[in-house]
Structures are given as C-alpha cells and as structure tokens.
C-alpha cells in the first residue's frame, strides 16, 4: 500500500472533517486528545504516549496526549492543547490543527474527541514524568497494513468485549487509542470495510 505525507495527510483529514464527522451526543464524561503527525528521517510518524502506573484511570495504556475537559478550558480543542502542554511539553504554537476524527465513547464513560494536528518540531518535547512514563513514535506504515489492525475480544469481569488492538514492537495499543487509530487508517486510506467496526469498547 502506497505510503504518504504530510501534506496528503493534511489534504485528507481537511476534507474528511468537513464531509463525513461523526459527532455523537451522550452524557459520558467529556475529553479530548491530539494524534499529531510529524516527520523524521523522511518517514511519517503518529505521537502516542504511555500512561503512568501511578494515574487513577487507564494507568499504563498507551493514549494520545489529552484528557478530560476542564471548566476553565473554553472548549474541547483548547483541552487537547492543553492536555497536550501539560504532559509532553508541546507548545500550541508548535502545532497545525488540521481537522477531527470521529467522535468515540468509551465502555468505561468517555466521549472522546480527537483533533489531528502537524507537529511542526520536537524541540519542546518534554515528558512529564507524573503523567507519562514513555514517549511512542509509532510509524504510520503500521496503520498502513490490514495485518497489523486486529479486531479481537475479552473478557473481563463484567463481561465479554471486542475491541481493537494494534501491536508495535512490545506495545499493546488496544482499545480507545487503537479505535482512533482504525478510524485515521480508514480515512487516510479508504478502508471502508473497517468503519463499521469503530464503536465503543
């Protein structure tokens, strides 16, 4: 499959917010993320960033920078901004809000919206130790390969659940952020098959 750039990317994610955005309504707890894109050594990467154990929620997994929205935050892009600064060290400025992907509510009670942006450098990036242990550039060539996109299921004490799970060397990318991910793959390239996948955990 035929691999791309920024500036497709940018093409792609312009257009698809403006046609085809699935907002949903619910009275889950809202939050936002960033899926920032950059560029190095000539390949396409996404950020992605491992939770610290110590967090009260979702310790651990692997996420997009983001979280819940605040009252002093005057909306949803300016959480993920926000978000984003507090926990990797990104200024606003060093970002490109390109568009959104779909909405996407979780089994565990949030209504997650993501905005995609260009990072236009790493000089800022500065992890936050009491938010985040790890820092992942996951290749967009991953996304790229149906192989690597598994739609799988688990039990779990309350039941059974089927989710997404990416895996990247010893990265488990599942639920949530692996939803997200099918999500930006489908529309970057065109993989309808996988659309009627994308509901919640």
Do not use: Q
């Amino acid at each position: 499959m035929k691999l791309i750039g920024l500036g497709l990317i940018e093409k792609i994610i312009s257009r698809t917010s403006k046609s085809s955005l699935r907002k949903l309504n619910s009275t889950a707890k809202k939050s936002a993320v960033m899926c920032l894109f950059f560029e190095k050594n000539n390949k396409t990467f996404v950020l992605l960033t491992k939770r610290s154990e110590n967090l009260a929620h979702h310790a651990g997994e692997i996420s997009f920078p983001g979280g819940s929205i605040e009252k002093e935050d005057k909306d949803s892009l300016n959480t993920a901004l926000r978000e984003t600064f507090e926990e990797v060290g990104i200024l606003e400025n060093d970002i490109k809000v390109i568009g959104r992907l779909d909405d996407y509510i979780t089994g565990t009670g949030f209504h997650i919206k993501t905005f995609v942006g260009i990072l236009k450098s790493l000089e800022n990036l500065s992890i936050n130790k009491s938010e985040v242990s790890e820092v992942i550039f996951l290749p967009i060539d991953i996304l790229a390969d149906n192989s690597n996109l598994i739609w799988t299921s688990k039990t779990f004490e309350d039941g059974l659940y089927k989710f997404w799970k990416i895996n990247y060397l010893e990265h488990n990318i599942w639920g949530a952020t692996a939803a997200i991910l099918v999500c930006l793959a489908s529309r970057i390239w065109n993989k309808r098959n996988m659309t009627l996948s994308l509901e919640s955990e």
